[in-house]
């Protein structure tokens, strides 16, 4: 059994910056990925951490998320710089035994998921 805790979450004003944690798997062959859900809408997929290395985003985050594994800690990390009102959500990290490639944005891929950390941006 997978266990995922994220931490990092908070309030912070537009422009701002947080970064979020998770315990991950030790496996390398895991696809890690960074999710989240506003009230009324659906699961996206924010970033992915892929099992051979490839990072992929959202359009609506490139260039302002960076994702990071941390293969000594076991830790996925999620950097978020200039955050803006509507990236306000419930962070989830998930992982999915095996290369997802451009499915990574695909919630139901996932096997695992934490319990998930709030982030909000406020104008």
């Known amino acids: 059994q997978v266990q995922l805790a994220e931490s990092g979450g908070g309030s912070v004003q537009a422009g701002g910056s947080l970064r979020l944690s998770c315990t991950a798997p030790?496996?390398?062959?895991?696809?890690m990925g960074w999710f989240r859900q506003a009230p009324g809408k659906e699961r996206e997929g924010v970033a992915a951490f892929d099992s051979d290395g490839t990072t992929s985003y959202a359009d609506s985050v490139k260039g302002r998320f960076t994702i990071s594994k941390d293969n000594a800690e076991n830790t996925l990390n999620l950097q978020m710089n200039s955050l803006k009102p509507e990236d306000t959500a419930m962070y989830y990290c998930?992982?999915?035994?095996?290369?997802?490639?451009?499915?990574?944005?695909?919630?139901?891929?996932?096997?695992?998921w934490g319990q998930g950390t709030q982030v909000t941006v406020s104008s």
């Open positions: 030790a496996y390398r062959t895991y696809c």
């Open positions: 998930a992982a999915a035994p095996l290369h997802l490639g451009t499915n990574w944005g695909r919630a139901w891929e996932y096997n695992y």
